[in-house]
């Protein structure tokens, strides 16, 4: 299981996730949709430690 909650990232002078929350349970298939530029790569480097939080928090 993994959960995380309240995680922001920025760039200089530039938001791209605020406060976002996710939960993942175990033996389960995810997708991840949305338009162009709505951060699902950004997301994906994020989660693959590619790129690091600014801040986050765990349970």
Do not use: C, W
Not at 8 to 21: A, G, V, Y
């Amino acid at each position: 299981m993994f959960n995380m909650v309240k995680a922001s990232f920025e760039k200089p002078n530039r938001t791209l996730l605020s406060d976002i929350s996710l939960s993942f349970g175990q033996r389960n298939v995810y997708s991840l949709i949305g338009h162009n530029g709505s951060g699902k790569f950004t997301l994906i480097k994020l989660l693959a430690k590619k790129y690091t939080f600014i801040r986050k928090y765990y349970l």
